[in-house]
C-alpha cells in the first residue's frame, strides 16, 4: 500500500557553513560545535542524502575527524587572502542550486548557518518548491536569514533536547518491569525516542511505518529479529501492553497507529486494567516473541 504524504519521509540536503558556526561559539564562549546533536535532530525529519560542510580544514583541524566519522563530504575553501571573503558562500551556494536543479527529489534543504548572505539562496530555494530549514546559534544567527526560512532551529534548543531525552531515558527505566532482558529494554527505549522525536515533527497520529523509519534512521541497523520479535507489530503490541504507547487499528489499512506516548496523559482506564490482568499472567512484556 502506498504512503500518504503525511508518512513519507523527507528528503535531505544538508550544508554546513563552518566557519560562521566557529565564529559563534569563540563569541559566546562555548565549547565546540558538536555536529552529531545537528544529525540526530535533522535525521528526525527525513533521510539525509547529501552532507557537506565548507571550510579552510586547516584552520580548523580538530573538527575533521568527528566530520569524516559522520559521514560529512569535507569542501576545501583556501585561505580568505587568495580567495577573498565570500568564497566559500559562493561555493555553498554553487552547490545547493546545482543539486536543487539536478536533484528533484531532494526536497528538503538544511543550511547550518546564521549568516544572512544565504537568505537570496533561501528564497530561491523556496521559488523552486524545496522545503528550507535553517540552523545556527541565537547569538550569532541573522533575523533575516531566520525569518526567510519555512523552519530554523537554534542549537541551544538542541542541547536541550538533549537533556530532555536522558531524562525521559531515566523515566523508561523506572517504568519497565525489572524483568524484561537488555533486548527488550533497548527496543523499547529506540520505540519511545522514535515517537518523541515524531512528536516534535507535530505528527498526531503516529503511523507503524512512521515510527520503523524513523527507528531505522536512528538506528540503521534495527532489525526487529534481533531483539526477538517477528514483526514490527508485536513490538507494539508488547509496548502497548507495557502502557508505554496507546494503539489502536487504522480503519483503513488495518495497521496499527500509536495515539498516546506515555507520560502524555492518564490514557483509558479500561485500557490500564486489561494491560494490569496481562502483564500478570503472562509475567509483563513478552506478548510478542515468538509469535506467527
Request: hydrophobic fraction near 35%; glycine fraction near 8%.
Amino acid at each position: 500500500m502506498p504512503k500518504t504524504d503525511h508518512e513519507r519521509e523527507r528528503s535531505l540536503a544538508v550544508f554546513i557553513d563552518l566557519e560562521n558556526l566557529a565564529m559563534g561559539f569563540q563569541s559566546q564562549r562555548k565549547t565546540r560545535f558538536d555536529i552529531q546533536k545537528v544529525l540526530e535532530r535533522l535525521v528526525e525529519k527525513g533521510k539525509l542524502i547529501v552532507k557537506k560542510s565548507y571550510a579552510d580544514w586547516s584552520r580548523y583541524p580538530n573538527y575533521t575527524a568527528p566530520f569524516h566519522e559522520a559521514a560529512i563530504e569535507l569542501i576545501e575553501i583556501p585561505k580568505r587572502a587568495q580567495t577573498g571573503k565570500n568564497s566559500a558562500d559562493i561555493r555553498l551556494v554553487v552547490d545547493a542550486m546545482d543539486l536543487a536543479w539536478s536533484k528533484p527529489h531532494v526536497d528538503t534543504f538544511v543550511i547550518v548557518s546564521g549568516d544572512s548572505d544565504f537568505s537570496p539562496l533561501v528564497s530561491k530555494l523556496k521559488e523552486n518548491g524545496k522545503h528550507v530549514i535553517g540552523l545556527g546559534m541565537k547569538g550569532s544567527t541573522s533575523e533575516l536569514l531566520r525569518d526567510n526560512c519555512d523552519e530554523f532551529i537554534y542549537y541551544e534548543d538542541l542541547e536541550r533536547q538533549e537533556q530532555n531525552e536522558q531524562q525521559l531515558a531515566i523515566d523508561l527505566k523506572s517504568t519497565l518491569p525489572a524483568q524484561l532482558d537488555d533486548k527488550q529494554r533497548e527496543v523499547f527505549g529506540l520505540l519511545v525516542e522514535a515517537c518523541a522525536a515524531l512528536r516534535r515533527e507535530n505528527h498526531e497520529i503516529l503511523y507503524a511505518s512512521m515510527i520503523k523509519d524513523t527507528m531505522k534512521r536512528k538506528m540503521p541497523s534495527f532489525d526487529e529479529s534481533y531483539f526477538g520479535y517477528r514483526s514490527f507489530t508485536h513490538v507494539l503490541e508488547d509496548a502497548d501492553n507495557l502502557g508505554l504507547v496507546d494503539i489502536e487499528r487504522n480503519p483503513k489499512s488495518g495497521t496499527y497507529m500509536v495515539t498516546r506516548i506515555s507520560g502524555e496523559g492518564a490514557g483509558d482506564p479500561g485500557r490500564t486494567a486489561q494491560r494490569a490482568e496481562k502483564s500478570g499472567s503472562s509475567g509483563g512484556g513478552h506478548h510478542g516473541r515468538g509469535r506467527r
